[in-house]
C-alpha cells in the first residue's frame, strides 16, 4: 500500500501561517513577561519564548534573547530523547535547566509542552526564564568565585513537571526548599506554564483550520526554505577563513590572568564553519560555556550577517557548524562551573562578527562593549523578609561605516532592558543616587562608538550581599578602520568610613549601610579616522555632554 501524497501546498497559505506562528510566539512572549513576578523579568525582559516541530526543529520565535532561544533547541531535543513522542500525552509538561544535558545555565529554566491534535504531537511550544534565585552559594545564584556548579544552584535533570494535567508536587516542594525566594520562583515558573498553554491553544486552532498533515508539511516547506535563503546568502561573502580574537578580564578566581577566546571563520559553499582552537583552556571560574551557548553565539552571528529578511528557523542553522576544543572555555567538562557563561557567549559573538569586519565592511562594526554588567544584590528587608533582585547594565555598541554606535545598548546575542530605577528601589533597601550617560567612553571615530553608563548605588538599611561581573575593565573594545577603542569599565566601592575598593571586574562582597557603589560601563570602538569626524556632529557630542572639551581638542 502507497503512502499518501504530499498535500500540495499554496504559498500564500504557507506565508499566512508563518505570519501566524510569528505572532503566536510574540504572544507567548507577551504572556510571559506580563505574567512574571521577579523584576528580572517583567522590567528586564530576560526570558523567551519559542515554537518547534515534533522533531525538535525551531519553528518560530519571538522577539526575545538569542542565547535563550538558540539553547532551547538542544533542551527540546533532549526532552525528546528522554521521553520518547509515544510516551507523551496531553496535559504533560517537561522541564530542566542542566547545562551539561543541553542547558545554559542554571537560573534559565525551561519549560516545554507537547502539543497533540487528534492524539498525536503535532508541535512542541517552549518558554525559558532567567530565575531570581535558585540557590547555590550567593544571592541570586551568580556567585563569580564558584569553582564548580554544584556552588550555582539548584540542578535540574529532564523531568515531568505535570504528567496528564496533574503537577509534580515532589518537584515543587524541592524547589521551593532550595530557593531563597520561593513565591517569586513558582510565580515566573506559572508565568512559564501560561506562555507554553497560550503556544498550544494557538497551534491547535490552527490545526483545526488547517488540519495537522498540511500543518507539517508547511513547517518542513519554511524550514527549507529559510536553510536555501541562508545558503544563499552565505555563498554571497567570498569563500575564505577569516580569524579574530578578544579577550574576557579574568576568570573569577584567577584576576590576573586573561581569557582568550579565538575564532577561525571558515565561509564554503554556503556553509559557515567556526573552529575555536586557540582559545583558552577549561577555567577554573564560572566563565565556561557549554556547547549550546557556543551554538547559540554561532546562530545569532549567522542572522547577523545575512539577509534579516530571511525567517528566522531551524533551516537558518543548518549550515552552521563548529569545532570546540574539549576541555576548553568553549566546552567545558562537568563539573566546571558556567553561571557566568553570558559574557563568554557575547565574547564569542563579537570574535564571530570580528572575522567579517574586513570582508563584510557595511555590516559589521567595530567592536562593542560587549558586556553586560551583571549584579545580584541580596538581603533582608525592614520587616524580616528577604529579598533578591538582579541588575543588568549594557555599554555602548561599536560605531558602523555609516553611523555612530548606540549608547547603553545590549549586543552580541543578549536583549534584555536595563532594571528601571523604581523597580529596584521597590524590591530592596537601596537608592540609585545618579544614572546618566558616560561622557568620553565612546571610542573616537569618524563615527563615535556608543556610550556606556554611570550608575550610583547607595545602600539604606541593614547588609546586603553584592555580586558584581563584570567586563571590560582591562580589555577595551576595538575600533576598525582607525577607529578608537572604547573606554574600559570601572567600578568602585565607597565605605561609609570612607575606604575605596576598586572592583577588579569579579567580586562577591557584603555592603551595608551608607556604603555606595559606583559603576561605569565601557564604551564600543568607533570606526574612521577621527580628524574625519564631521565638525556639526562633533559640536553636538560636546553641547550634549557625550564627549568633553579635552576629548574634543584630543580628536
Known amino acids: 500500500?502507497?503512502?499518501?501524497?504530499?498535500?500540495?501546498?499554496?504559498?500564500?497559505?504557507?506565508?499566512?501561517?508563518?505570519?501566524?506562528?510569528?505572532?503566536?510566539?510574540?504572544?507567548?512572549?507577551?504572556?510571559?513577561?506580563?505574567?512574571?513576578?521577579?523584576?528580572?523579568?517583567?522590567?528586564?525582559?530576560?526570558?523567551?519564548?519559542?515554537?518547534?516541530?515534533?522533531?525538535?526543529?525551531?519553528?518560530?520565535?519571538?522577539?526575545?534573547?538569542?542565547?535563550h532561544l538558540a539553547t532551547l533547541i538542544p533542551i527540546v531535543r533532549t526532552f525528546i530523547k528522554e521521553f520518547p513522542l509515544d510516551t507523551m500525552h496531553e496535559g504533560d509538561l517537561f522541564v530542566m535547566n542542566d547545562p551539561y544535558l543541553g542547558g545554559t545555565h542554571l537560573p534559565d529554566i525551561a519549560i516545554v509542552m507537547p502539543v497533540f491534535h487528534r492524539d498525536r504531537v503535532i508541535a512542541f511550544s517552549a518558554a525559558m526564564t532567567h530565575h531570581q534565585d535558585v540557590g547555590g552559594m550567593t544571592p541570586g545564584s551568580i556567585p563569580t568565585n564558584a569553582t564548580e556548579i554544584f556552588q550555582e544552584g539548584l540542578r535540574i535533570p529532564p523531568l515531568r513537571l505535570r504528567d496528564r494535567g496533574v503537577m509534580n508536587d515532589t518537584f515543587v516542594k524541592m524547589l521551593r526548599l532550595n530557593v531563597r525566594i520561593p513565591d517569586t520562583v513558582m510565580g515566573d515558573i506559572n508565568a512559564q506554564i501560561a506562555a507554553c498553554q497560550i503556544g498550544a491553544r494557538r497551534l491547535i486552532e490552527l490545526a483545526d483550520a488547517h488540519g495537522?498533515?498540511?500543518?507539517?508539511?508547511?513547517?518542513?516547506?519554511?524550514?527549507?526554505?529559510?536553510?536555501?535563503?541562508?545558503?544563499?546568502?552565505?555563498?554571497?561573502?567570498?569563500?575564505?577563513?577569516?580569524?579574530?580574537?578578544?579577550?574576557?578580564?579574568?576568570?573569577?578566581?584567577?584576576?590576573?590572568?586573561?581569557?582568550?577566546?579565538?575564532?577561525?571563520?571558515?565561509?564554503?559553499?554556503?556553509?559557515?564553519?567556526?573552529?575555536?582552537?586557540?582559545?583558552?583552556?577549561?577555567?577554573?571560574?564560572?566563565?565556561?560555556?557549554?556547547?549550546?551557548?557556543?551554538?547559540?553565539?554561532?546562530?545569532?552571528?549567522?542572522?547577523?550577517?545575512?539577509?534579516p529578511s530571511i525567517p528566522t528557523n531551524a533551516g537558518c542553522f543548518r549550515p552552521v557548524t563548529l569545532h570546540l576544543p574539549e576541555a576548553s572555555v568553549v566546552n567545558p567538562r562537568a563539573p566546571a562551573p558556567v553561571g557566568s557563561r553570558t559574557a563568554t557567549i557575547k565574547r564569542i559573538a563579537g570574535c564571530?562578527?570580528?572575522?567579517?569586519?574586513?570582508?563584510?565592511?557595511?555590516?559589521?562594526?567595530?567592536?562593542?562593549?560587549?558586556?553586560?554588567?551583571?549584579?545580584?544584590?541580596?538581603?533582608q528587608r525592614p520587616d524580616?523578609?528577604?529579598?533578591?533582585?538582579?541588575?543588568?547594565?549594557?555599554?555602548?555598541?561599536?560605531?558602523?561605516?555609516y553611523r555612530d554606535g548606540v549608547d547603553m545598548i545590549e549586543t552580541d546575542a543578549t536583549n534584555c532592558m536595563n532594571l528601571p530605577?523604581?523597580?529596584?528601589?521597590?524590591?530592596?533597601?537601596?537608592?540609585?543616587?545618579?544614572?546618566?550617560?558616560?561622557?568620553?567612553?565612546?571610542?573616537?571615530?569618524?563615527?563615535?562608538?556608543?556610550?556606556?553608563?554611570?550608575?550610583?548605588?547607595?545602600?539604606?538599611?541593614?547588609?546586603?550581599?553584592?555580586?558584581?561581573?563584570?567586563?571590560?575593565?582591562?580589555?577595551?573594545?576595538?575600533?576598525?578602520?582607525?577607529?578608537?577603542?572604547?573606554?574600559?569599565?570601572?567600578?568602585?566601592?565607597?565605605?561609609?568610613?570612607?575606604?575605596?575598593?576598586?572592583?577588579?571586574?569579579?567580586?562577591?562582597?557584603s555592603l551595608r549601610a551608607g556604603d555606595k557603589l559606583i559603576v561605569e560601563t565601557s564604551g564600543g570602538g568607533g570606526y574612521g579616522d577621527p580628524r574625519q569626524r564631521d565638525a556639526a556632529l562633533r559640536a553636538a557630542d560636546l553641547a550634549n555632554g557625550k564627549i568633553s572639551a579635552v576629548a574634543a581638542a584630543d580628536d
Do not use: W
Not at 47 to 56: K, M, W
Not at 286 to 307: E, H, K, L, M, Q
Open 1 to 67: 500500500m502507497s503512502s499518501p501524497a504530499a498535500p500540495s501546498l499554496d504559498p500564500i497559505t504557507v506565508e499566512v501561517v508563518r505570519h501566524k506562528l510569528d505572532g503566536i510566539a510574540n504572544e507567548m512572549e507577551s504572556t510571559l513577561l506580563r505574567s512574571s513576578f521577579s523584576p528580572i523579568v517583567k522590567e528586564g525582559l530576560d526570558a523567551s519564548a519559542s515554537l518547534f516541530t515534533p522533531a525538535g526543529e525551531t519553528l518560530a520565535q519571538a522577539c526575545a534573547i538569542p542565547i
Open 212 to 307: 495537522h498533515n498540511l500543518m507539517n508539511a508547511i513547517f518542513q516547506s519554511l524550514l527549507d526554505r529559510s536553510e536555501t535563503m541562508t545558503r544563499a546568502a552565505l555563498r554571497e561573502i567570498p569563500d575564505g577563513t577569516y580569524r579574530y580574537a578578544d579577550h574576557l578580564d579574568n576568570d573569577g578566581i584567577e584576576l590576573d590572568r586573561r581569557v582568550r577566546i579565538e575564532v577561525a571563520v571558515t565561509i564554503k559553499d554556503g556553509t559557515m564553519h567556526c573552529d575555536f582552537t586557540g582559545s583558552s583552556g577549561q577555567l577554573r571560574g564560572p566563565f565556561n560555556c557549554v556547547p549550546s551557548g557556543s551554538a547559540a553565539a554561532a546562530y545569532f552571528s549567522i542572522r547577523a550577517i545575512t539577509d
Open 421 to 509: 530605577v523604581e523597580a529596584l528601589e521597590m524590591e530592596a533597601p537601596i537608592r540609585v543616587n545618579r544614572l546618566a550617560l558616560r561622557a568620553d567612553s565612546g571610542g573616537a571615530g569618524r563615527q563615535r562608538g556608543g556610550l556606556g553608563v554611570v550608575k550610583e548605588y547607595e545602600v539604606l538599611q541593614g547588609e546586603t550581599t553584592l555580586t558584581h561581573r563584570g567586563e571590560r575593565h582591562y580589555c577595551q573594545a576595538s575600533g576598525a578602520d582607525g577607529g578608537g577603542a572604547g573606554a574600559l569599565s570601572i567600578s568602585v566601592i565607597r565605605r561609609v568610613d570612607g575606604e575605596e575598593i576598586a572592583i577588579p571586574s569579579k567580586l562577591v562582597t
Open 352 to 379: 564571530i562578527l570580528g572575522a567579517f569586519k574586513d570582508v563584510l565592511p557595511d555590516k559589521v562594526p567595530a567592536d562593542s562593549a560587549g558586556t553586560l554588567l551583571t549584579m545580584a544584590f541580596g538581603g
Open 384 to 401: 524580616g523578609s528577604t529579598y533578591v533582585v538582579g541588575e543588568m547594565i549594557a555599554g555602548g555598541s561599536g560605531a558602523s561605516r
